[in-house]
C-alpha cells in the first residue's frame, strides 16, 4: 500500500453535523484506507510498468500499482491475466494486449472489455467489478455497442476509453 495514493475512509456512525445519533445501529467498523483508483488513463502514450498487485478491502477486485516511466505510481483495477512486471499504455494507437486503455473506436467486434466511459474523459463508470466483462459487438457513426455481463445491449460514444480484458478475482 502507497500511502501517497490512500486516505482513510471517514466513519460518521450514524451522527448528523451535531454529534446526535440520527441513524440507530450504526458504528464501530475497521480504519480502513481507501485506494485512489486511476479510472482516467490520462497519459497517453506512456509506458507503465506493473510493480505490485494487491488485496483492496474497499472492492472485490484486485488493484494493480503502476509504475510510469516519469516516475509517477497510480493504482488500476487488475485486469485477468495481468502480472508483476507486465507494461500496459493507454492512447489511441495502442497494441490490442490486457491491460492496455484505447477510444472504443480502436477495439476490435468482439473483444472483451471492461472500465468504460460513459463520457469522454470523465473516467471509467461501467463494468468495474470483479471478474465482469463486456463485449464490442457493433459500430454505429457516433457510437459503438457493447454487451454488458447482463446482457444488455448499451451503446456509448466512440471516443469514450476502455480497457482490453477482464477483470480479475473471476472466483468472486
Known amino acids: ?13 450514524g451522527r448528523d453535523n451535531t454529534g446526535q445519533v440520527s441513524i440507530r445501529h ?14 482516467k ?5 506512456m509506458l507503465a510498468k506493473v510493480v505490485a498487485l ?8 484486485d488493484i494493480a500499482l503502476l509504475q510510469y ?8 483495477l487488475s485486469p485477468k491475466g495481468l502480472g508483476v512486471g507486465d507494461s500496459v499504455l493507454s492512447g489511441d494507437a495502442v497494441e490490442i494486449k490486457t491491460g492496455n486503455a484505447l477510444p472504443l473506436k480502436s477495439i476490435p467486434i468482439g473483444t ?13 463508470k461501467m463494468i468495474r467489478s470483479a471478474g465482469v466483462v463486456a463485449v464490442v459487438l457493433a459500430r454505429e457513426a457516433p457510437f459503438v455497442q457493447v454487451r454488458l455481463s447482463s446482457g444488455e445491449i ?3 460514444p ?5 480497457t482490453v480484458g477482464q477483470i480479475g478475482n473471476v472466483e468472486w
Open 1 to 13: 500500500m502507497r500511502k501517497q495514493l490512500t486516505f482513510i475512509l471517514p466513519k460518521n456512525s
Open 26 to 39: 450504526q458504528g464501530g467498523r475497521k480504519k480502513r484506507f481507501f485506494r485512489n483508483i486511476d479510472f
Open 41 to 45: 488513463r490520462d497519459k497517453p502514450g
Open 54 to 61: 494487491e488485496y483492496d478491502p474497499n472492492r472485490t477486485a
Open 69 to 76: 516511466t516519469d516516475g509517477e505510481r497510480r493504482y488500476i
Open 112 to 124: 472483451p472489455i471492461h472500465n468504460i466511459e460513459l463520457v469522454p474523459g470523465k473516467g471509467a
Open 154 to 156: 448499451r451503446r456509448v
Open 158 to 162: 466512440e471516443n469514450a476509453y476502455a
